[in-house]
């Protein structure tokens, strides 16, 4: 991932408005100059967190840095409102909980947009970032994406349900089966972390928990095969509706 060091270059990116995935700064350090940088990072949603020196090192590959290390965004993202505002036939949302692996989320990605979804919701914390590595393994996806990264994803639910969205939440001890489920109405499917799976509030808040059922002694899938599996279950099920629709009116 591209990075930017030193308060001055990280301060004029932000002025000018480039494309950040997070700001990193050193516990421990104040000043006007890093508040400003803290004030706009905030005004623009770029996640901002405080780490040990040691950490920023290896992260900028310098000891130069003055504390303050920027970490660019392979391309903007959205506000879940822009989002929502936008023309959409589909009716489709992905939101990931905690996804940490690049590729994993580049998969999902990838994925997503082959399904024609109408974009992915990601939280600011605890999630891999829109790196080069995301952007190559979504080969082009992330391109025509939308990404909206939000602060909160229980309350990013909470809007989604007021819009008029089912949330459907992946847990393979869920007894209802993944087809078990209409995905055909405007359904936000929720995905969590690789290894915790869904945080209980996020769980809390999902209208349906589903499973995909498997054999054998495993009896769990990678997050973004789960992901595939799901997201095309709506897409076989929308054109099954779509065709008899069109079946009743022949």
């Known amino acids: 991932m591209h990075v930017l060091t030193g308060i001055h270059s990280v301060r004029e990116a932000l002025r000018a408005g480039r494309p950040l995935d997070r700001i990193l700064l050193a516990r421990g350090r104040h000043g006007q100059r890093l508040e400003e940088i803290v004030r706009l990072a905030r005004a623009q949603g770029v996640p901002v967190r405080f780490e040990d020196r040691a950490q920023l090192d290896r992260v900028a590959g310098t000891l130069q840095h003055q504390g303050v290390v920027a970490l660019l965004a392979a391309r903007p993202t959205v506000a879940l409102e822009d989002l929502l505002r936008r023309p959409s036939p589909a009716g489709l949302l992905v939101l990931l909980d905690g996804i940490e692996d690049p590729h994993n989320l580049g998969a999902i990605l990838r994925t997503a947009l082959a399904a024609g979804a109408d974009g992915v919701v990601l939280p600011e914390r605890r999630s891999a970032g829109l790196t080069d590595t995301v952007a190559r393994v979504s080969a082009g996806a992330l391109e025509h994406l939308p990404v909206a990264r939000v602060k909160n994803l229980a309350r990013a639910l909470e809007t989604l349900k007021q819009a008029g969205y089912w949330l459907i939440g992946l847990d393979e001890r869920a007894a209802k089966p993944y087809t078990g489920v209409d995905l055909t109405a405007p359904v936000g499917l929720v995905l969590g972390n690789e290894g915790r799976g869904l945080h209980e509030l996020v769980r809390e808040r999902c209208d349906f928990l589903v499973s995909i059922p498997t054999t054998g002694p495993v009896r769990s899938l990678n997050v973004s095969v789960a992901a595939g ?20 009116t022949e």
């Open 229 to 248: 599996i799901v997201l095309f279950e709506a897409v076989r099920q929308r054109r099954e509706r779509a065709q008899q629709s069109t079946d009743a």
